[in-house]
Nanobody, 130 residues
C-alpha cells in the first residue's frame, strides 16, 4: 500500500527556516496517490481546526497559498522523485503546528478545501519558539 510520509519538521527560533518534504512510499506505484494530482499542505495547531497552507498542481505551474503564509512559504514538487516540498521562511510562533501533506482527488480547484483530499500523511511537528 502506498502512503505519504512527511519529514523535516523540528524546533526552530522565530525568523528561522525549515523545509518539509512529503514522499510517496510503498510497494506499489506511487502514481495512484500523486500522479496527475494536486498536492497540498495543511496544518493543525492544538485545539484548532486543520487549516489549508499551500497547494500545487500536478505540473507545478499553479500554486495557491493561505494569506497567513503568502510571501514566506513556497510549495514545490519533483514528480520524478514523487516528492512535494514546503519551504518555510521567516517562521513565527503562530506557525507552530503539525503539518500534513495530502493528495487531492479534485480537479480544477485551487486545492484549498481539505474535503477534496483523500490521502493524508501522518504529519510532522513544527515548533517555532519566540
Amino acid at each position: 500500500q502506498v502512503q505519504l510520509v512527511e519529514s523535516g519538521g523540528g524546533l526552530v527560533q522565530a525568523g528561522g527556516s525549515l523545509r518539509l518534504s512529503c514522499a510517496a512510499s510503498g510497494r506499489t506505484s506511487s502514481w495512484s496517490i500523486m500522479g496527475g494530482r494536486t498536492m497540498g499542505w495543511f496544518r493543525q495547531a492544538p485545539g484548532k481546526e486543520r487549516e489549508f497552507v499551500a497547494a500545487i498542481s500536478w505540473s507545478g505551474s499553479s500554486t495557491h497559498y493561505a494569506d497567513s503564509v503568502k510571501g514566506r512559504f513556497t510549495i514545490s514538487r519533483d514528480n520524478a522523485k514523487d516528492t512535494v516540498y514546503l519551504q518555510m521562511n521567516s517562521l513565527r510562533p503562530e506557525d507552530t503546528a503539525v503539518y500534513y501533506c495530502a493528495s487531492s482527488r479534485a480537479a480544477g480547484t485551487n486545492g484549498a478545501l481539505k474535503y477534496d483530499y483523500d490521502y493524508w500523511g501522518q504529519g510532522t511537528q513544527v515548533t517555532v519558539s519566540s
